[in-house]
């Protein structure tokens, strides 16, 4: 059974960094795509990033780009999302999520983690 557990959400000023970690157990975790999502309070979920098995390919929301960087480690079967300079708009739940190659679906979900971006 596929287990994904975030962490290292909280309570940040615009302009700090935050680092959410996403512990993944119950997979190959090399032959999954990793891909980290928020959603805020009355808006949809969005994809916030995405990496590929072998760590070697991201992709980000354009609302993020250059400010987010998505990153794992096979070894320790983690998926990191370095976030600085935070804007309040960042502010949501933060869930990490898997797909299997060649999969389309994300079919596991963490429970999130929150981050609040203060003005």
């Known amino acids: 059974q596929v287990r994904l557990v975030e962490s290292g959400g909280g309570l940040v000023q615009a302009g700090g960094s935050l680092r959410l970690s996403c512990a993944a157990s119950g997979l190959t975790f090399s032959s999954y795509s990793m891909g980290w999502f928020r959603q805020a309070p009355g808006k949809a979920r969005e994809l916030v990033a995405t990496i590929n098995g072998a760590g070697s390919t991201t992709n980000y929301a354009d609302s993020v780009k250059g400010r987010f960087t998505i990153s794992r480690d096979n070894a320790k079967n983690v998926v990191y999302l370095q976030m600085n300079a935070l804007k309040p708009e960042d502010t949501a739940f933060y869930y990490c999520?898997?797909?299997?190659?060649?999969?389309?679906?994300?079919?596991?979900w963490g429970q999130g983690t929150q981050v609040i971006v203060s003005v």
């Open positions: 999520a898997c797909r299997r190659v060649p999969f389309t679906d994300y079919a596991s």
